[in-house]
């Protein structure tokens, strides 16, 4: 399940950076598919887990679930991480889609001069170790934290009438 969250999130992040990066709503509606159809796959993960081992516990609907979402995040992240150090255009392309989508906006010249210091701060900043993981442990954490509950309310215990 881990490569199919990676496959559904890769294929999300190749059509939003090859046609969308500039249209900035439309990269947003892309961001959040992506998002409920990784939530879709790691719930899925742990009903799977829940049917396949009778009396799962929570700690193993868990784990299936954290082994789908470090394959899943791992792999694309690696793949949007190259292919954003591949086209250099990117950046410059995620700028203009910011920009035009804070023309939209009644009053928006301060925005928009803090959005171009700080790309222009960010455009001179150099790739490290530390930016590089960073990015990738807090997409696993959030997941992660989904997943502990979607654990929790896939262990809970069904209350009925046993008399």
Do not use: H
């Not at 009053?107 to 959005?115: C, D, G, I, Y």
């Amino acid at each position: 399940m881990g490569f199919a969250l990676a496959a559904v999130k890769i294929i999300c992040s190749t059509i939003q950076f090859k046609y969308y990066l500039e249209d900035f709503k439309a990269s947003y509606i892309i961001f959040f598919v992506s998002l409920a159809s990784g939530i879709a796959i790691v719930l899925l993960t742990g009903i799977m887990q829940k049917n396949r081992i009778a009396g799962a516990t929570m700690k193993e609907i868990f784990q299936a679930m954290f082994l789908t979402i470090l394959v899943g995040i791992t792999l694309s992240y690696s793949f949007e991480q190259a292919w954003m150090y591949s086209d250099v255009s990117i950046s410059d392309r995620i700028f203009t889609g910011k920009m035009n989508y804070l023309k939209t906006y009644p009053n928006s010249a301060t925005k928009m001069e803090e959005l171009r210091k700080e790309y222009l701060q960010n455009r001179n900043a150099k790739p490290t170790f530390g930016n590089l993981t960073t990015g990738l442990l807090v997409d696993i954490v959030r997941y992660s934290i989904l997943g502990f509950i979607f654990a929790l309310i896939l262990n809970r215990k069904k209350t009925g009438a046993t008399a």
